[in-house]
């Protein structure tokens, strides 16, 4: 089977063309950035990439003509909540043109894949404290500009399915954390910290945003392990949440990798890394996407903290 995923060269698409060529897929995948091909070293020679713009909606349609792939992975966004605040016209404009240009080509040329559509759980936002977890039927409150792009993506996703009957699946993943992921996320950028305060490139201070809110964490590796099963086993036109189903407050976290370090560091807190406005918790719901496959989460919280500290202490 024929697989493409958009942004391969991403975090999490890295991750899924591992799993998906372990699975037994031939898999492609669209780049835009020459620096992000080092991530994907490891499996280059069992990879076929192709460097797209997917704001071209002629490069997209070219790309889908001649592919003709059986499963498409939509992975390819901007994905950072507190950057989308400093840029969200870009945010949205991108989120939403690379969907649609992917979408319209598969329309265009009369083809049906299962397509996964990655949605996610900042789509829920402000969700108040006697609605958790969050299942798939919490309103979609959300809190920052990513958010918004994504459940314009989401509901697209939607639209495309009861329109033109495409086979669309649509999967809502809470945090995922792990080796490779940008600094800009808050598990990477504390391990980034520390492991420059070790080698001495830093002064032993750590400076943090909202330690008090809490979180779903959940390992990449076992995230893109949930978006192969739903694709392959999930109800087109539906939307399924992923997450570990337990929140891990961010101080709990940062105090985690602190204890994997035996350097004296001291944490302050930098208003300038404050969000606009935070949500206080997310935990996800993950009963459905089990029922509907079996899957789970696997990797202990901990296994995940200590791989993403020493990926960085290998930079």
Known sequence: MKALITG????????LAENLISAGYEVSGTYLNDNSVNNVSAISDKLTLH???LQNALEVNELIKNLKPDYVFHLAALTSPAESFKNPSEFINNNIDVEINLLEAVRMNDLKPRILIVSSGET?????AEDLPIDEATPMMPVNPYAVSKIAQDRLGYQYFVAYKIP??????FNHIGPKQSPDFVVSSFAK???EIESGKMEPVLKVGNLSAKRDFTDVKDMVDAYRLILEKGEPGEAY???SGKSTEIKEVLDTLLSFSEKQITVEVDDSLLRPIDVEDLVCDNSKIKDATGWEPKIPLEQTLREV???WRGQ
């Open 168 to 173: 669309i699946i649509i999967i809502r993943p």
């Open 309 to 311: 500290l020493d990926y």
């Open 193 to 195: 910290k520390i492991a």
């Open 124 to 128: 829920y936002g402000n969700v108040k």
């Open 8 to 15: 391969v060269t991403g975090f999490a698409g890295s991750f």
């Open 51 to 53: 460097k797209v713009d």
């Open 241 to 243: 949440n992923a997450g």
